[in-house]
């Protein structure tokens, strides 16, 4: 069992950065793959990035390449995205998930795959 709680997110100005935290508990967090989501309003949910277990292998939307960055410290159980560049179409909620298997390309982001998922941190990006 692992449990997601999601922080970081906030008001920003467009240009503006924000660093998401993804803290994860129990002590089989170091062996899952981990996405970040994002559901604006009236738009269905949609994958951001995605980084394996050891942290080696991300993966990116191409909305979002370039400007943000998967990382994690498994000592401390927590995935991190890191957002540069913000635009308004960046405002959602954003949503950490586990995945026992990392994936990248098409099925990097079938959230089916996903066992376990935050409750989410709304992200607002003022234009």
């Known amino acids: 069992q692992v449990q997601l709680v999601e922080s970081g997110g906030g008001l920003v100005q467009a240009g503006g950065s924000l660093r998401l935290s993804c803290a994860a508990s129990?002590?089989?967090?170091?062996?899952?793959?981990m996405g970040w989501f994002r559901q604006a309003p009236g738009k269905e949910r949609e994958g951001v990035a995605v980084i394996n277990s050891n942290g080696r292998s991300t993966y990116y939307a191409d909305s979002v390449k370039g400007r943000f960055a998967v990382s994690r410290d498994n000592a401390k159980n927590t995935v991190y995205l890191e957002m540069n560049s913000l635009r308004p179409e960046d405002t959602a909620v954003y949503y950490c998930?586990?995945?026992?298997?990392?994936?990248?390309?098409?099925?990097?982001?079938?959230?089916?795959?996903?066992?376990?998922w935050g409750q989410g941190t709304q992200v607002t990006v003022s234009s």
């Open positions: 129990g002590r089989t967090f170091s062996r899952y793959a």
């Open positions: 998930a586990a995945d026992q298997t990392y994936s990248s390309g098409r099925y990097a982001y079938t959230e089916t795959a996903y066992e376990y």
